[in-house]
């Protein structure tokens, strides 16, 4: 359980970093107000829901690519000896 807290803290601390810059960059130039659906009509969420919507949405994009690169660098012995669950 230890060595999987420890994988995730290195998976999701960077992206959750991430995530927050990639917001301030974003709403530093795109008005939550002025946000329309592809129908053209305006989304009918606040702006704080916008903001939360948007900041998980980039943490789980940047979770994804860090998760990629975890999976990408591990040995070929690490990624065989891992004890697959029903055998």
């Known amino acids: 359980m230890k060595r999987l807290a420890r994988?995730?803290?290195t998976?999701?601390?960077?992206?959750?970093?991430v995530?927050?810059?990639l917001e301030i960059a974003?709403?530093?130039?795109?008005?939550?107000?002025?946000?329309?659906?592809?129908?053209g009509a305006a989304l009918p969420l606040s702006e704080t829901a916008i903001y939360s919507i948007a900041f998980f949405v980039f943490w789980a994009c940047t979770a994804a690519a860090c998760a990629l690169t975890v999976l990408l660098a591990q040995e070929a012995e690490?990624?065989?000896?891992?004890?697959?669950a029903g055998r």
């Open 7 to 9: 994988r995730a803290a």
């Open 11 to 17: 998976i999701l601390w960077p992206a959750f970093l």
């Open 19 to 21: 995530a927050a810059v």
């Open 26 to 39: 974003v709403f530093a130039f795109v008005d939550p107000a002025s946000l329309h659906t592809l129908g």
């Open 78 to 84: 690490e990624i065989n000896a891992t004890p697959v």
